[in-house]
């Protein structure tokens, strides 16, 4: 059971309050942990506490790391808490994790923690990753890992589609075609959606071929898988803050491996084009962060200032951070009923995605958290 205490007091939104792009109702109520679109009837003496501004659905991290430690490794438990502690208070009250080290489900307990949904261990080829982040396995076992995954996770298994080769000195595809082809097949037997890190161009196809559910990163992205990916109705987990810093990962690597640094420059260099293009053709864009290992929590606001550079507007920014990745996860937004997970804001953010870090309330399962 989610640890709870003692009762809030009603909120009165005097929004507006957005329930889509196009989508928008005067008012509505918190009572009991749920947003109503009436006014309800109160008893007597119930405390009623007002609140102006823009109310949105909280903010959807769908690529973070919870229980990975700045550099690598995990953490513990606590210290994971705190990261969520974090995402929460710029807004993030939703959270798909892209991949821990450690157990993260005791999180789900805690009330006062973003909405967490599980993708398990990162399952990688063998000495194809980052060391001691993945179960790391031979395509020949891939399908009992992916089965196993998707039964510790929450219905989302995460596989390394691509990574360096350092026999090849450059980005390939960890897997054959045959291998993309049975982690999909077994999670989705398990009854699980699967999902795949990828940087390279090559790797897509196989993604794409196999019955992939998301990409994550899609960097590699061309014309023709664009337009693949459009017409698959494959949504793309953006992380532009993490792919802008590929220039150190290629100085890092230029030494050795100059055909990757270079690769990797490339790579970056297009990422604008690329997530326009990709918006332009019709892909569901999705914010992720990659928050976690690498790079610190707290960074959805500069994720979101990314898509703004790529040339998107506010609105599609702010469907791509909200109501885009709960139709996606099948998460209750802000109809009447759902569980009241909201930020208000004093600006439309339909115009400005900015006005989303100067919030006036973070409002997770009814309380004020924030």
């Known amino acids: ?217 899609a960097t590699g992205l061309t014309d023709e898988t664009i337009a693949r990916t459009a017409e698959a109705g494959v949504p793309v987990v953006s992380t532009l803050v993490n792919v802008g810093e590929f220039e150190s990962y290629a100085s890092q690597g230029e030494r050795k491996f100059p055909d990757y640094a270079a690769h990797m420059r490339r790579l970056r260099a297009s990422r604008y084009d690329r997530t326009r293009d990709a918006h332009d053709a019709g892909v569901q864009l999705l914010v992720g962060t990659d928050a976690g290992g690498v790079l610190g929590h707290g960074i959805i606001h500069d994720e979101l200032d990314e898509f703004a550079r790529a040339g998107l507007d506010a609105t599609t920014i702010l469907d791509a951070a909200t109501w885009a990745p709960r139709r996606f996860l099948g998460v209750p937004c802000l109809e009447d009923g759902a569980p009241a997970d909201l930020l208000v804001v004093p600006e439309d953010p339909r115009s400005d995605h900015r006005a989303l870090r100067e919030r006036r309330r973070v409002v997770l399962g009814g309380r004020v958290v924030a």
């Open 1 to 217: 059971m989610r640890t709870t205490v003692g009762p809030a007091p009603v909120l009165h939104l005097r929004g507006p309050v957005l329930l889509g792009p196009d989508q928008e109702i005067p008012e509505a109520w918190v009572v009991d942990g749920r947003i109503r679109h009436q006014r309800p009837e109160l008893l007597t003496g119930t405390e009623i506490r007002e609140i102006d501004g823009y109310v949105v659905a909280g903010l959807a991290d769908l690529h973070c790391h919870l229980g990975i430690g700045d550099g690598g490794g995990g953490t513990t438990l606590e210290a994971a808490r705190q990261q969520a502690v974090t995402d929460r208070d710029t807004g993030v009250l939703l959270i798909r994790d892209a991949g821990s080290i450690i157990d993260t489900s005791p999180l789900q307990q805690q009330s006062d923690l973003p909405r967490l949904i599980r993708c398990g261990r990162h399952l990688a080829r063998t000495r194809r990753y980052l060391r001691g982040y993945a179960d790391e396995v031979e395509p020949e076992d891939l399908p009992e890992a992916v089965t196993r995954e998707a039964v510790r996770g929450d219905g989302w298994v995460k596989l390394v589609g691509d990574w360096i080769d350092r026999t090849a000195g450059d980005l390939t595809p960890c897997w054959e075609a045959e291998d993309f082809q049975a982690a999909a097949r077994a999670a989705h037997d398990a009854g699980a959606r699967i999902t795949t890190h990828t940087f390279d161009e090559s790797t897509l196809p196989l993604a794409l071929d196999a019955g992939f559910d998301c990409l994550e990163h």
